[in-house]
């Protein structure tokens, strides 16, 4: 049990840096959670952008699975 109170704080965390993340790469969309800290940004599509998201994401997705495999 202890085990788990000490994952918890890095999980939290994580998904705050996850969340912060996410609001930033997609401001519409964290405008739509009522997030607005980032409305003087706008969406990247390009090839190069994505292809750095998808980079990030994948790092997200190890840190992740590194907490689930605790």
């Known amino acids: 049990m202890n085990r788990r109170i000490q994952s918890a704080e890095p ?3 994580l998904v705050e840096e996850y969340l912060s993340y996410l ?3 997609y401001p519409t969309d964290a405008a739509f959670d009522g997030i607005h800290i980032n409305d003087d ?3 990247n599509p390009s090839a190069v952008a994505l292809e750095a998201q998808g980079r990030e994401l994948g790092g997200f997705r190890r840190r992740f699975e ?3 495999s605790e």
Request: net charge negative; hydrophobic share 50%.
């Open 11 to 13: 999980l939290t965390h």
């Open 41 to 43: 940004l706008l969406e």
């Open 23 to 25: 609001y930033e790469m």
């Open 66 to 68: 590194a907490i689930g």
